[in-house]
């Protein structure tokens, strides 16, 4: 099986590694970058794999390399994987999930040729139902690019998009479950406004949306088709949508959204 080197022992790292061996990667062919003591040792009792604090340890080993930093912490690792004999004939691949770092500033830093996939995450993967959005780099082929979607196919789904795309794409899933969070506020909260309680309120809102996107998923209509199926003339969901259009809410999600893929391309240049 491949083996797998995960630099940043973080959330999202470790809930790859989580995942990795729910989906029946063996123990031995998993290794854990991470600097703080206290951590490390968390992690080497939850997950039962080899945890190191060298980068260039664990890539030496590697068929992939997974960076699952902090965006400011990439080219410190970078200069770490420097460091490591990377030419020494073994094919390896580098997924980065590091938002905002684009493929060619990480090649720029490794061996000319260095294959390399930037990979938009988001956070549902803690819990196994993340959506991961891939992109290769100039030396990727197809075969490292399915590697690692199924490599990630392990907390969630995978798409596969051009790298000129991430930008919308994180703002669209990276950034998205925030956007839902923050209507489940609200939501909540207009609950509490009409006399429930919060713990009330915030079990039909929740429910409600596990239950609409089971629906959704399963469906063969569309969110449109759907919501209209629900939306009776003259009834209580349609006098809550038209104050909602009123609001501006739909224009609203579509400016939100062009700004956060403003903010994205800012921090590729």
Do not use: C, W
Not at 215 to 220: A, I, N, R
């Amino acid at each position: 099986m491949t083996r797998i080197a995960v630099v940043g022992g973080g959330r999202i790292g470790e809930a790859l590694l989580a995942g990795l061996l729910e989906s029946g990667q063996s123990h031995e062919d998993l290794v854990v970058v991470e600097s703080v003591p206290a951590r490390a040792e968390a992690l080497g009792e939850r997950l039962g794999i080899r945890v190191t604090d060298s980068v260039t340890a664990a890539a030496a080993d590697a068929d992939l390399i997974v960076i699952a930093v902090k965006p400011g912490d990439v080219d410190a690792v970078l200069t770490e994987l420097g460091k490591a004999d990377l030419d020494d004939g073994r094919a390896r691949v580098l997924a980065s999930l590091a938002a905002g770092i684009t493929t060619a500033r990480i090649e720029a830093k490794l061996p000319e040729g260095f294959p390399v996939v930037r990979v938009m995450p988001n956070t549902p993967m803690l819990v196994g139902q993340g959506m991961s959005a891939i992109a290769a780099g100039r030396h990727a082929d197809s075969a490292q690019l399915e590697q690692v979607g199924e490599v990630l196919s392990a907390v969630g789904k995978v798409v596969t998009v051009p790298e000129t795309q991430m930008d919308a794409v994180t703002a669209v899933s990276g950034s998205g479950p925030a956007y839902f969070f923050l209507v489940v506020e609200a939501m909540v909260e207009a609950g509490v406004g009409l006399g429930l309680s919060r713990d009330v309120a915030n079990q039909l809102v929740v429910q409600t949306m596990l239950g609409s996107a089971a629906l959704l998923e399963e469906s063969t209509q569309g969110a449109y088709e759907l919501r209209a199926a629900v939306t009776s003339p003259a009834g209580t969901t349609a006098a809550a949508i038209r104050e909602l259009e009123r609001g501006g809410v739909r224009s609203a999600f579509i400016e939100g959204l062009h700004a956060a893929k403003d903010r994205s391309a800012a921090q590729d240049s």
